[in-house]
Every structure is written in structure tokens, then in C-alpha cells.
């Protein structure tokens, strides 16, 4: 489904946890990260889109998030000829879309890759809200800032004091030395997981999509 201009309408979601992080998501079998987006099926909404594509690339539901904001006009990209299938060429321009701000209100262990029969990725991170744009494949990375600029006015407020108290109830809890006999509980990741122990681990680049990766317009 295209507009008269050659664009295919999509949604983009911006996923936040309750430390104003967001979901980075591994596409499969690649070394790209990406926010989680989709197209908008013929009949749908943008949010009903939103909701669908939630579920399918990481299997939550309305109940575990809250909407916080979404972009108020459809932002674009163009796709280089080079990527774009032979029968597409002509007519299919490139993505518009309109990208949703959401706060997650369940756990962790909500989230799942598998949750339908075609996973969209393999591996996934909480990262720092402004995610670093050298890993979006270059023709995206306009829309990513502008979308991150937009709705960064909206990210939650924190409270910084129970946070303190919550890392302080945790250090003494968990955070105890093996040599006084008690190890650091292990914990369980969600499905489809995979934990990096290092924040600052540099990403790879993003793969570079074939043509295959924009099938002609339905």
C-alpha cells in the first residue's frame, strides 16, 4: 500500500523502561540494531499498526505498556534505487512514518522475540535514550534524529531519590563478595534475550539491506 507519492506508511516504537532506556533490538541472523517498526496494513491505524507490530517483533501487549507520545506528522525517508527491488523501481519511493513513544509498565520478562512463528530479531538491549546513529543504515538516521529529537520533550520524569533507594536496598542484598560465602543470585532473562555485560561494548555497524529487504509495494 503506497500514497500517491511513493511512500508506504509505517510506524516506528520507541520502547522506554522506567530508566528512560530503550529497547535495541538485533535484527535476525544480522550484527543491525534497530527500534522496532513495521508497515501499516490497508484498513489498519497507525496505533493499531503500532499495537500489532508490538506484539509480533516483541511479544507485548497493550497492558504492558502506556502510550506517552507519538510524532505529530509523518516523517520520511527515501530508499536508494540500489535496495529497492527491479519490479518496485518506478514507483516505490520509500517509508513514511509515524513514531510512537512508549513507557513499558510490565517486566522484563514480558518482552519475547518468539512470539510469533517470524521473529524480526535475536537478541535485544536496554540502551541510553539517544542511541548512537553510526549503527542505523545511512538513509534511516534522519528520521531516527528526528524522531528521538521530537518526543525526547515527553520522556518521563524520574524519581532520582527512590531510584537511590531501591540501587541501595539491591547493594546490600545482592551485591555481596563471594568470599564472604554468599554468590550473587542468578537471574533468568527474558525469551529470546541476550545480555551484553558491558554497556559501552561498541555496536557493529548496521547491515546493509539488500534489495530484498523493500519487496514490492502490496
Known amino acids: 500500500m503506497l500514497d500517491r507519492d511513493g511512500f508506504r506508511p509505517n510506524v516506528g516504537i520507541i520502547l522506554l523502561n522506567q530508566r528512560n532506556q530503550v529497547f535495541w533490538g538485533k535484527r ?6 534497530q527500534f522496532p517498526q513495521g508497515g501499516i496494513d490497508r484498513g489498519e491505524s497507525p496505533e493499531q499498526a503500532m499495537f500489532r507490530e508490538l506484539h509480533e517483533e516483541v ?10 507520545a ?29 513514531w510512537y513513544l512508549l513507557q513499558l509498565t510490565g517486566h522484563d520478562w ?39 529529537t521530537e ?20 547493594g546490600r542484598e545482592f551485591d555481596r563478595h563471594p ?4 554468590e550473587p543470585p542468578p537471574f533468568e532473562l527474558p525469551p529470546g534475550a541476550s545480555f551484553d555485560p558491558d554497556p559501552n561494548v561498541k555496536l557493529a555497524n548496521d547491515a546493509v539491506p539488500t534489495p530484498d529487504s523493500f519487496p514490492a509495494p502490496r
Open 59 to 68: 511479544g507485548l501487549h497493550p497492558e504492558h505498556v502506556r502510550i506517552v
Open 179 to 182: 568470599s564472604d560465602g554468599h
Open 28 to 33: 535476525i541472523r544480522t550484527h543491525s540494531w
Open 70 to 98: 507519538r510524532t505529530r506528522d509523518w516523517l520520511r525517508y527515501e530508499v536508494p534505487d540500489r535496495f529497492i527491488r527491479r519490479d518496485a523501481r518506478g514507483h516505490y519511493k520509500g517509508q513514511k512514518q509515524i
Open 151 to 170: 518526543l525526547a520533550r515527553y520522556l518521563p520524569r524520574q524519581d532520582f531519590r527512590n531510584r537511590f533507594l531501591r540501587s541501595n536496598v539491591r
Open 110 to 148: 514480558d518482552l519475547n522475540l518468539r512470539a510469533t512463528d517470524h521473529p524480526e530479531f535475536d537478541a535485544w538491549r536496554w540502551h541510553d535514550y539517544w542511541v548512537p546513529l553510526d549503527v542505523v543504515v545511512e538513509f534511516k538516521r534522519g528520521v531516527y534524529e528526528m524522531a528521538l
